[in-house]
C-alpha cells in the first residue's frame, strides 16, 4: 500500500470553496427582504453560512474531480463545469442538512470544531426546521442549476433514494443502540455492515461518483451497479476507519474528541472485540460500555488494547485495500479506474 493520502490540491479546494457565496445567493438574494418571507430567507441564510461550510469538503470536491476524468472536451465547458460545482455542493446541503438532525439524535455538543446548531442559544429544537430547510435548499439548487439538463431526472430521482437510504441508516443505527440502553446482544457484524452501507457509504461515496456519471450521460444500470461495487466497499471502509480514529486518533489532528464508547455506538472496535471476547473479557464491556464514567471508559480502551484492536485495524486496513484494487479491476473496465484510484489514495492511511 502507497504511503500518506494524497490531499486535495490548494487549487481544487479553492476553486469548490470560492463557489459557497454563489450558492448562499442563489438560494436567498432574491427574497431577502420580502416583506412576507423575508425573515425566514434571512435565517436559511444563517443556517447555510453556519452548518455547511466548515467541513472537508470531500463529498462534493469528489463531483468535480469525477466529472472532469469523465467528461469529454465538448462537456468541459464553463457552464458545465459550474453546473458540477453546484451539484458537488449540493451535496454538502444534504450533508449538512442530516449532521443538524443527527446532532440532535445524539444530543451532541460540537461539530466541526464548534458548537451544534441547536446547541446555540436561541436555537434549540427550532433546529429541526432548519434541517428541512436544507434539504429542500439541495433541489431548488439542482432545478436552478441542471433543470434543461437531460440529466435532471437522474439526479433528482438518485438524491432522493440517497435521501431514503441514508435515514434507513440513521433508523438502524438509533434502533441498534438507544442512549443508556447498553444490550451488546444487538452488536452484530452483519447489523454494523447494514449501518455503515446505508447510513455512510451511499451519500458520501456513490452519490458524488453517480452524479458525475449521470451529468457525463453515464446512466446505463451496468456502469452504475459496477461503481457502487467499489464506492460501498471503500465507504465501509472509510467508516470503519472512523470508528478507529474514534479511539486512537490524536484529537489534536481529527479535530473532535471521540465518544462512541460514551454514546454506546455499535462501532467496528466493539464488534470486532466481541467476536475475539472470552465470556469474562465480554463481562467487563456489559459493564462499563455506553457509560460516560472516565473509569468505565479507560476500562473499555484496556480492554481493546488487551485485545489487540489496534493491531486487527491495520490487518483489516491493508487486506480491505487489496480487496478493493481487486474489486477496481474487476468492475471498472468501462469506467476510468483512477477515479477510483484517486479516491481510495485519498482515504487510506489518513489521521483525520
Given at each position: 500500500m502507497s504511503g500518506g493520502p494524497a490531499a486535495w490540491t490548494a487549487a481544487e479546494r479553492q476553486e469548490f470553496a470560492a463557489f459557497f457565496p454563489q450558492i448562499v445567493r442563489?438560494?436567498?438574494?432574491?427574497?431577502?427582504?420580502?416583506?412576507?418571507v423575508g425573515?425566514?430567507?434571512?435565517?436559511?441564510?444563517?443556517?447555510?453560512?453556519y452548518n455547511v461550510p466548515g467541513g472537508k469538503g470531500n463529498r462534493g470536491l469528489t463531483v468535480v474531480a469525477a466529472f472532469r476524468k469523465l467528461a469529454g472536451p465538448a462537456q468541459q465547458d464553463p457552464e458545465s463545469l459550474r453546473c458540477a460545482l453546484a451539484v458537488g455542493w449540493c451535496i454538502e446541503l444534504f450533508q449538512a442538512f442530516f449532521l443538524v438532525a443527527d446532532d440532535i439524535m445524539d444530543a451532541s455538543l460540537t461539530r466541526r470544531g464548534q458548537l451544534c446548531w441547536y446547541k446555540k442559544e436561541g436555537i434549540g429544537l427550532d433546529a429541526i426546521n432548519d434541517a428541512f430547510l436544507l434539504e429542500s435548499s439541495v433541489y431548488r439548487l439542482l432545478k436552478q442549476y441542471c433543470g434543461k439538463q437531460p440529466y435532471?431526472?437522474?439526479?433528482?430521482?438518485?438524491?432522493?433514494?440517497?435521501?431514503?437510504?441514508?435515514?434507513?441508516?440513521?433508523?438502524?443505527?438509533?434502533?441498534?443502540?438507544?442512549?443508556?440502553?447498553?444490550?451488546?446482544s444487538r452488536f452484530s457484524e452483519q447489523r454494523y455492515k447494514a449501518i455503515v452501507k446505508y447510513k455512510t457509504a451511499f451519500y458520501s461515496f456513490y452519490?458524488?461518483?453517480?452524479?458525475?456519471?449521470?451529468?457525463?450521460?453515464?446512466n446505463?444500470?451496468?456502469?452504475?451497479?459496477?461503481?457502487?461495487?467499489?464506492?460501498?466497499?471503500?465507504?465501509?471502509?472509510?467508516?470503519?476507519?472512523?470508528?478507529?480514529?474514534?479511539?486512537?486518533?490524536?484529537?489534536?489532528?481529527?479535530?473532535?474528541?471521540?465518544?462512541?464508547?460514551?454514546?454506546?455506538?455499535c462501532s467496528w472496535l466493539v464488534v470486532e472485540c466481541l467476536r475475539r471476547a472470552t465470556p469474562e473479557q465480554r463481562?467487563?464491556?456489559?459493564?462499563?460500555?455506553?457509560?460516560?464514567?472516565?473509569?468505565?471508559v479507560a476500562k473499555?480502551?484496556?480492554?481493546?488494547?488487551?485485545?489487540?484492536?489496534?493491531?486487527?485495524?491495520?490487518?483489516?486496513?491493508?487486506?480491505?485495500?487489496?480487496?478493493?484494487?481487486?474489486?477496481?479491476?474487476k468492475h471498472a473496465q468501462r469506467l476510468p479506474q483512477d477515479i477510483f484510484l484517486d479516491l481510495a489514495r485519498k482515504i487510506y492511511k489518513r489521521q483525520k
Open positions: 442563489d438560494l436567498t438574494e432574491d427574497r431577502l427582504g420580502h416583506p412576507e425573515d425566514a430567507v434571512a435565517r436559511l441564510k444563517q443556517v447555510l453560512e435532471y431526472l437522474h439526479l433528482v430521482e438518485l438524491f432522493l433514494q440517497t435521501g431514503y437510504q441514508t435515514e434507513l441508516g440513521q433508523a438502524l443505527d438509533l434502533m441498534t443502540a438507544p442512549i443508556s440502553q447498553v444490550d451488546l452519490l458524488p461518483v453517480a452524479a458525475a456519471m449521470y451529468m457525463t450521460g453515464i446505463g444500470k451496468e456502469e452504475h451497479e459496477n461503481a457502487k461495487a467499489i464506492l460501498l466497499e471503500m465507504g465501509e471502509f472509510f467508516q470503519i476507519q472512523d470508528d478507529y480514529l474514534d479511539c486512537y486518533g490524536d484529537p489534536a489532528v481529527t479535530g473532535k474528541v471521540g465518544t462512541d464508547i460514551q454514546d454506546n455506538k463481562q467487563i464491556l456489559e459493564e462499563n460500555y455506553g457509560s460516560k464514567e472516565p473509569e468505565k473499555v480502551k484496556e480492554l481493546y488494547n488487551a485485545l489487540g484492536m489496534e493491531a486487527a485495524f491495520r490487518e483489516y486496513e491493508e487486506s480491505s485495500y487489496l480487496r478493493l484494487q481487486e474489486l477496481i479491476g
